[in-house]
């Protein structure tokens, strides 16, 4: 098939517009896979499928039969959801188009909009596509609207992807208004790596863009960035499992295996040209900012090789994950995570946690934080830990920073009140606001990210009845008054809980933390002093009083075996304790603690 006769595409769409469910149909319709037989092909993860979301962009290519000429179609499917935004553009650079698919009763939302405008900076060709038609609240007419009003689209194609209803409208589209790719096969090679998995036996695999020139068996080439050699092994295309093929060529998307063993050697962006034949290489991407980190320690009785080894696997195959070791009085050796965002951080635990149970504890997260110094270095913070204790001017620290955001959020008129209210409480100052050719009003926000990944979205949504939806892009650090907020024990900060805050929510933070804290610390050998401190200043106080869990009480005074087994069960409990400073702490509060904030 010549390249005049490919198309590059991905799907553009707010979260749960029908992205995957539309992919499938695309599949089945081109006969990759069999009708009705597997939900979200291309969500492979575990928890993609679970979840209903996307988390890492996958591809698949398919041919399509269009007018007596076979046609080469390869669909980049991405992640809906903002904190993959990075992962998003990524994709747009392999394809000269979108479908921008609307949910017919929804209309244009937050991330249409975001989305839209990404792909069309990087001169993507826009295909509108309005799904759901089947709902009983589906307005075609209206959505159809907004489309030209909001982005000046014309000619939606109106489908059901979940009855199947006109989707085979969807294909003609794309060949239509799609353009090809503009390589040359007749030039020296030039691929763009797309994405990396690594696979225990084949090693690294790499998803290539064929930007110029093609690639085969026994090519050797050469990466732009490391300088390293590779031969190559095999190239193939996803379909939508590997099938091997004898060569890639210009325009196409697809896989190269070239025994490449460290994960570490694949930068996402980096050009992969042959040896000796040089090119010029592509610009590639800005690198990835981990936005969300948390500790994660093994809890009593795991095994920290294995767990070791899982976390490392992980990371591996999601390169947008960081790894630290990191180590904590209260908790012991354990790991620092960075992520994209909480919804990131909240599936990579939960496939830790299926792998592995209950054996792992998490601290809560928190965002980089920049501290100033006096002489003007600057440093970024990522463990609540090493953040200064005093508040800034103080010790050598000139100035403390924390991360913001700007959140844009669309909502039915009659809930701005209610947003505006909710962002003001998560320290949200107003940018803007705008009446939406939909009827929406879009207003933004300059928002702390320490508040936005404490559940703000969860917030906006139950303040608007599900109806608002959001998007945010970083906007920087800025000066802000933040504070180290610690759980003392018996005089005894607890590293692994201490967390960073704006000043004003100290208080309130400190008298609950010490409550909570308390309830988990019920039967206690020896008095304990619990105290919520910030700088040098005690916010609350509480002590644990003494009392010895009485596990005899039951028993008649002659049963002397069961009597010393119970007393020696009680003992084996105690040095199952850990200990902070002098004094033991049953590892059951931390993580009670833990799984509550
Ligand atoms: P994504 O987040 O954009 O990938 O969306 P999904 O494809 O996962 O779809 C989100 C939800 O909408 C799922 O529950 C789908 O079954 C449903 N859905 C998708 N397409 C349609 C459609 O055409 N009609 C109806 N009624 N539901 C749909
Ligand atoms: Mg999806």
Same mark, same amino acid.
């Given at each position: ?52 979301? &996307? ?10 039969? !269009? ?41 244009? /939302? ?5 989305? *839209?405008?990404? %792909? ?23 959505? &159809?609207?907004?489309? @030209? ?22 294909? #003609? ?26 696979? #225990? ?23 732009? !960035? &490391? ?28 896989? =190269? ?10 930068? =996402? ?7 000796? !034949? #040089? ?5 590639? *991407? ?11 320690? +093994? ?88 953040? #200064? ?20 959020? !669309?909502?039915? +008129?009659?809930?701005?009140? /209610? ?30 990210? %320490?508040?936005?990944?404490?559940? @703000? ?20 650090? /800025? ?32 008298? =609950? ?32 009083? %003494? ?28 040095? $199952? ?18 799984? $509550?904030?």
């Amino acid at each position: 098939i010549p390249i005049d006769r490919y198309r590059n595409f991905s799907i553009v769409a707010h979260v749960d517009h029908g992205k995957s469910t539309l992919s499938d149909r695309l599949l089945e319709l081109t006969g990759v896979i069999e009708p009705g037989s597997n939900k979200q092909v291309l969500d492979k993860l575990d928890v993609e499928r679970e979840r209903g979301i &996307t988390v890492k962009a996958q591809t698949c290519t398919m041919i399509y039969n !269009h007018k007596n000429k076979d046609y080469l179609l390869h669909l980049v499917d991405t992640p809906g959801h903002v904190d993959f935004r990075q992962e998003v553009s990524r994709s747009y650079a392999s394809c000269g188009g979108a479908l921008l698919l609307v949910d017919a009763s929804q209309g244009v /939302q937050a991330q249409t909009v975001a989305n *839209f405008h990404l %792909a069309d900076d990087l001169g993507l060709e826009l295909v509108p596509v309005i799904n759901k038609i089947d709902l009983p609240h589906a307005d075609v007419p209206r959505v &159809t609207e907004q489309l @030209f009003d909001m982005f000046g689209l014309l000619d939606p194609v109106a489908i059901s992807a979940k009855a199947g209803l006109h989707v085979e409208k969807v294909l #003609p589209a794309i060949v239509e208004r799609i353009p090809p790719p503009t390589g040359k096969l007749d030039q020296p090679l030039k691929s763009l790596l797309v994405d990396s998995w690594f696979d #225990p036996f084949l090693g690294v695999i790499l998803l290539v863009h064929i930007v110029d020139g093609k690639v085969s068996k026994g090519t050797k080439i050469m990466s732009a !960035h &490391t300088g390293f050699k590779y031969e190559v092994k095999e190239v193939g295309i996803m379909y939508p499992e590997r099938v091997s093929t004898k060569n890639l060529s210009a325009g196409q998307l697809g896989y =190269i295996i070239t025994g490449m063993k460290r994960s570490q050697d694949a930068h =996402i962006g980096d050009t992969f040209m042959q040896v000796n !034949h #040089p090119v010029e290489a592509l610009p590639g *991407f800005e690198e990835v900012k981990p936005m969300v980190f948390l500790g994660a320690f +093994p809890a009593e009785g795991a095994n920290f090789e294995q767990l070791e080894e899982s976390i490392e696997q992980l990371t591996l195959n999601d390169r947008s994950v960081t790894l630290q070791k990191e180590s904590s009085n209260a908790l012991g050796q354990g790991w620092r995570l960075g992520f994209l965002g909480t919804l990131h951080a909240s599936v990579f635990k939960e496939r830790l946690e299926k792998e592995h149970g209950g054996s792992l504890i998490f601290t809560a997260p928190t965002v980089p934080y920049k501290i100033v110094e006096k002489d003007g270095t600057e440093r970024i913070v990522t463990n609540p830990d090493d953040f #200064p204790q005093m508040t800034s001017g103080a010790m050598g620290v000139k100035d403390l920073q924390e991360p913001f955001v700007e959140a844009t959020i !669309h909502t039915p +008129p009659e809930y701005v009140g /209610q947003v505006v209210q909710l962002c003001q409480a998560f320290r949200g100052q107003q940018s803007d606001v705008e009446y939406l050719a939909n009827g929406q009003v879009c207003a933004k926000f300059l928002i702390p990210l %320490a508040e936005l990944v404490d559940d @703000f979205f969860g917030k906006l949504k139950g303040a608007t009845k599900g109806y608002a939806s959001l998007d945010y892009e970083d906007a920087g650090y /800025q000066s802000s008054q933040i504070v180290k907020l610690e759980l003392l024990v018996n005089g005894n900060s607890v590293d692994a809980l201490a967390k960073v805050m704006h000043v004003s929510q100290v208080d309130e933070k400190g008298r =609950i933390w010490v409550d909570k804290f308390k309830e988990y610390m019920r039967y206690q050998l020896f008095e304990i002093i619990l105290q919520a401190r910030c700088g040098n200043r005690i916010i609350a106080r509480s002590t644990v009083k %003494a009392k010895r869990k009485d596990v005899l009480h039951k028993l008649h005074a002659a049963d002397i075996t069961r009597r010393k087994k119970l007393l020696a069960k009680q003992k084996e409990g105690k040095n $199952r304790m850990q200990s902070v400073g002098r004094v033991h702490i049953p590892q059951e509060a931390y993580q009670g603690f833990l799984a $509550r904030d």
